[in-house]
């Protein structure tokens, strides 16, 4: 089992920025990529960003160039820059890991982005 945890999440103004993190227990070693997603109230979860052990990123592109996804391995945590935040971005944010055959999520922080 691998137990993640965000958080960073909060109340921003339009424009404005904010860093979320994900810190990651247990079978770590297994884990082979890590991503964002968010769901927005009345929407499906949908893909933000992805992170791979080998060190290839991935952006959807409703937030490339705004977002970047970084991890440190050291302290097994994976963090999302958010700048240039607007109002659509506001979403309840989770973090996902991916070992062979499975998938583990967190609880999510909520991001809030007022216009």
């Known amino acids: 089992q691998v137990q993640l945890v965000e958080s960073g999440g909060g109340l921003v103004q339009a424009g404005g920025s904010l860093r979320l993190s994900c810190v990651a227990s247990g079978r770590i070693f297994s884990v082979n990529s890590m991503a964002w997603y968010r769901q927005a109230p009345g929407k499906q979860r949908e893909w933000v960003a992805t992170s791979t052990d080998g060190g290839i990123t991935a952006y959807a592109e409703s937030v490339k160039g705004r977002f970047t996804v970084a991890r440190d391995n050291a302290k097994n945590t994976m963090f999302l820059q958010m700048n240039s935040l607007k109002p659509e971005d506001t979403a309840v944010y989770y973090c996902?890991?991916?070992?062979?055959?499975?998938?583990?999520w967190g609880q999510g922080t909520q991001v809030t982005v007022s216009s």
């Open positions: 996902k890991a991916t070992s062979p055959g499975l998938g583990y």
